[in-house]
């Protein structure tokens, strides 16, 4: 069998390789060429991929809400076994169509050769935890659920094009974190400069830097900005980025809007209508907590077919009278015929890395880009914020806290020379230094939005910088 090289990385940065790494091949299935093929909107051979399937003596399904509940249906309907259904919220969701859904590991399997697991949680964060404890394990047969939903159920492609409606309406449907949304829409808007082609992928677009919940653990830090620093930007600043940005690129696959809280910015219909007045993007996904009371007036203009609002789920974190305000906020949305998005509560949730700089060499930077994409198919994730561009939610957090300024490792959208000359430079960037700050995940907590304030951005005295954990040391 073929496996991969994958780099993994130990807290120094440093490079480390496990004995075993994840097959790539299942069968007669070359993943690597099925998931480019998927990815790229090409159809596939189902009866070969099924058939290989198939051949397993065991196949568990990691991940039982609406992807993994999808893919097993779809499986069982094809008569294929499913051995195990695993879930940290086994006893919460207790069976799906009648079959028991039990704790992961809990069905532990001694013929690890010939077993399959078909991870079908979205979650970035998760699902690279999730590898690591495979891994750890000894399973080494793996599969992506959310590539099986895109190959085999999705009707999207390059014959007919991106379905929005089937994405908005089916829950286990990626939407805007679908790499087969990348391609396609560079194959319908190719590039206008073929020596700096600028078709995107996800882009977020931050309205503000202010959340009314508090939680430790937050990726996007809100709870280490200064009161003073708790803003909504102006709007006609925002409009200006959208429209110097979109004159720029050739194609967005996707664009989050979120903050800190997006509901809290009084003017986000406004840039929600900003937004919608380019056709080169496929979807725009508002990112809300859910608890923050939403105004009826906020979600005028708001019911088009490239429009959700997805919900998170932090409820079990929270005290009980933000549950009135989360299914009040739904009936709101529902009944302006806005698409949403309801999501699950994570009962384990990642910690992210501490801010400081770990002062590793070019040489670790370059292997942590490596890792870091490689764990996020589609590449990075880039984040619009108050005129400027950086490669990810980190790199932002990092600028815009005062850790650090890495001047020419963002691109300023007002200055409009050469734009799309820098933007790509910048893309195709083999390392930034920020990536030195970067622990990736450097634990995991039991759930998701638990409330108070850790600090990420000093390292206590004393304290090994590669271990230090924020409320666990």
């Given at each position: 069998?073929?496996?991969?090289?994958?780099?993994?990385?130990?807290?120094?940065?440093?490079?480390?390789?496990?004995?075993?790494?994840?097959?790539?091949?299942?069968?007669?299935?070359?993943?690597?060429?099925?998931?480019?093929?998927?990815?790229?909107?090409?159809?596939?051979?189902?009866?070969?991929?099924?058939?290989?399937?198939?051949?397993?003596?065991?196949?568990?399904?990691?991940?039982?809400?609406?992807?993994?509940?999808?893919?097993?249906?779809?499986?069982?309907?094809?008569?294929?076994?499913?051995?195990?259904l695993w879930d940290i919220r086994a006893d919460e969701i207790k069976n799906i169509n009648g079959k028991k859904v039990s704790l992961p590991f809990s069905d532990d399997e001694n013929d690890k050769e010939n077993t399959i697991i078909i991870i079908c949680i979205?979650?970035?964060?998760?699902?690279?935890?999730?590898?690591?404890?495979?891994?750890?394990?000894?399973?080494?047969?793996?599969?992506?659920?959310?590539?099986?939903?895109?190959?085999?159920?999705?009707?999207?492609?390059?014959?007919?094009?991106?379905?929005?409606?089937?994405?908005?309406?089916?829950?286990?449907?990626?939407?805007?974190?679908?790499?087969?949304?990348?391609?396609?829409?560079?194959?319908?808007?190719?590039?206008?400069?073929?020596?700096?082609?600028?078709?995107?992928?996800?882009?977020?677009?931050?309205?503000?830097?202010?959340?009314?919940?508090?939680?430790?653990?937050?990726?996007?830090?809100?709870?280490?900005?200064?009161?003073?620093?708790?803003?909504?930007?102006?709007?006609?600043?925002?409009?200006?980025?959208?429209?110097?940005?979109?004159?720029?690129?050739?194609?967005?696959?996707?664009?989050?809007?979120?903050?800190?809280?997006?509901?809290?910015?009084?003017?986000?219909?406004?840039?929600?209508?900003?937004?919608?007045?380019?056709?080169?993007?496929?979807?725009?996904?508002?990112?809300?907590?859910?608890?923050?009371?939403?105004?009826?007036?906020?979600?005028?203009?708001?019911?088009?077919?490239?429009?959700?609002?997805?919900?998170?789920?932090?409820?079990?974190?929270?005290?009980?009278?933000?549950?009135?305000?989360?299914?009040?906020?739904?009936?709101?949305?529902?009944?302006?015929?806005?698409?949403?998005?309801?999501?699950?509560y994570m009962n384990e949730w990642a910690i992210p890395s501490t801010l400081y700089d770990t002062n590793v060499n070019e040489s670790s930077l370059i292997k942590k880009i490596f890792e870091c994409t490689q764990a996020i198919s589609y590449t990075r994730c880039?984040?619009?914020?108050?005129?400027?561009?950086?490669?990810?939610?980190?790199?932002?957090?990092?600028?815009?806290?005062?850790?650090?300024?890495?001047?020419?490792?963002?691109?300023?959208?007002?200055?409009?020379?050469?734009?799309?000359?820098?933007?790509?430079?910048?893309?195709?960037?083999?390392?930034?230094?920020?990536?030195?700050?970067?622990r990736f995940q450097i634990g995991s907590t039991k759930g998701a939005a638990e409330q108070g304030k850790l600090d990420f951005i000093n390292l206590p005295a004393g304290t090994d910088k590669f271990a230090y954990v924020p409320g666990k040391i």
């Open positions: 069998m073929e496996i991969d090289n994958i780099y993994e990385f130990d807290e120094n940065g440093m490079s480390i390789h496990f004995k075993r790494p994840f097959n790539y091949q299942i069968g007669n299935t070359d993943l690597l060429k099925f998931f480019k093929k998927v990815e790229n909107g090409d159809n596939i051979d189902e009866y070969e991929l099924l058939h290989n399937l198939s051949n397993f003596k065991n196949i568990i399904i990691w991940g039982c809400s609406a992807l993994g509940a999808s893919i097993y249906e779809y499986l069982t309907q094809k008569k294929i076994k499913i051995s195990y979205s979650n970035n964060v998760i699902q690279k935890n999730i590898r690591l404890q495979l891994k750890s394990k000894g399973y080494y047969n793996v599969f992506l659920g959310g590539h099986l939903y895109m190959g085999l159920i999705c009707p999207s492609s390059k014959d007919t094009g991106i379905n929005n409606i089937f994405c908005l309406k089916e829950s286990p449907c990626l939407k805007i974190f679908c790499p087969r949304q990348v391609n396609l829409m560079s194959y319908k808007y190719p590039p206008k400069n073929r020596e700096y082609p600028l078709n995107m992928n996800s882009v977020t677009l931050i309205v503000n830097q202010k959340c009314n919940l508090s939680c430790k653990y937050c990726t996007s830090y809100m709870s280490q900005y200064n009161p003073q620093d708790k803003k909504n930007f102006p709007v006609e600043n925002i409009i200006r980025d959208i429209d110097n940005f979109f004159s720029t690129v050739d194609s967005v696959s996707s664009i989050t809007v979120m903050g800190g809280e997006p509901f809290l910015h009084p003017d986000i219909s406004l840039i929600i209508k900003a937004l919608l007045k380019y056709e080169k993007f496929g979807f725009i996904s508002i990112a809300t907590n859910g608890v923050c009371p939403i105004k009826p007036e906020q979600l005028e203009g708001l019911s088009d077919t490239r429009i959700c609002v997805s919900f998170n789920n932090y409820l079990k974190a929270l005290p009980e009278n933000f549950t009135e305000i989360f299914k009040k906020n739904i009936e709101l949305v529902k009944n302006h015929n806005v698409y949403y998005a309801e999501g699950s880039h984040q619009l914020k108050d005129g400027k561009i950086f490669p990810c939610d980190f790199a932002n957090s990092v600028h815009f806290l005062g850790v650090a300024d890495y001047s020419d490792e963002y691109i300023d959208l007002t200055i409009k020379d050469n734009l799309r000359e820098r933007l790509y430079k910048y893309i195709h960037a083999p390392f930034y230094k920020v990536c030195g700050h970067c």
